[in-house]
């Protein structure tokens, strides 16, 4: 199975602040990365698909890129709304993987 | 709008049983591959289970579950299942039913652009 890792598990920041969340793949998933975002006790909602396509009514400060097995998901400008905790999956295959996770804090 | 809207989950004994269910409304559900999704208590999330679109002659399974779970879909009744089988205490989790967004190279490939809110299954004597 591909393995995803994502860096960092928690991040502390500030509303306004830039953020950058990091998921790498053990083998390469061309750009078949999707990203989610949960909120305690609530389904994950969808972000962006295909590494970098925002799903409609995403806000576009979020962003998402790819570099060979690493893959980043970027708020821009964070939003009180935007603590939650972020998921990557990848579906290059059949047997579908998410990472670990990362949970965005209030600094 | 769409919804996903699981039901069946509860309390069962190790080695026990149980059926999941999933009322669909707001797309055309057969022309949707469809998956279940589960989180265990402060975990990630872990894929367990694809049917494909149609008749859903086609299903992937996690090697946690395989042989013991089997996933099926009635198109008649806007319906997805998930029977498990020979549950253990690893097996607790909110399971989510989830509808395929797209997929990369062929289907089962899926990414997931809508969720049910998830039904808690516990595993415990």
């Known amino acids: 199975d591909i393995q995803m890792t994502q860096s960092p598990s928690t991040l502390s920041a500030s509303v306004g602040d830039r953020v950058t969340i990091t998921c790498r793949a053990s083998q390469t998933i061309t750009t078949w990365l999707a990203w989610y975002q949960q909120k305690p006790g609530k389904a994950p909602k969808f972000l962006i698909s295909?590494?970098?396509s925002l799903e409609n009514g995403v806000p576009s400060r979020f962003s998402g890129s790819a570099s060979g097995t690493e893959f980043t998901l970027t708020i821009s400008s964070l939003q009180p709304d935007d603590f939650a905790t972020y998921h990557c999956q990848q579906y290059n295959d059949y047997s579908l993987t998410f990472g670990g996770g990362t949970k965005v804090e209030i600094k | 709008e769409v919804q996903l809207l699981e039901s069946g989950g509860g309390l069962v004994q190790p080695g026990g049983s149980l059926r999941l269910s999933c009322e669909v409304s707001g797309f055309t559900f057969r022309s949707y591959g469809m998956s279940w999704v589960r989180q265990a208590p402060g975990k990630g999330l872990e894929w367990v289970s694809t049917?494909?679109?149609?008749?859903?002659?086609?299903?992937q399974y996690a090697d946690s579950v395989k042989g013991r779970f089997t996933i099926s879909r009635d198109n008649s009744k806007n319906t997805l299942s998930l029977q498990m089988n020979s549950l253990g205490a690893d097996d607790t989790a909110v399971y989510f039913c989830?509808?395929?967004?797209?997929?990369?190279?062929?289907?089962?490939?899926?990414?997931?652009?809508?969720w049910g809110q998830g039904t808690l299954v516990t595993v415990s004597s």
């Open positions: 989830v509808k395929a967004g797209g997929y990369s190279n062929g289907p089962g490939m899926y990414y997931f652009d809508s």
């Open positions: 049917i494909v679109s149609g008749t859903g002659g086609r299903t």
């Open positions: 295909k590494a970098s």
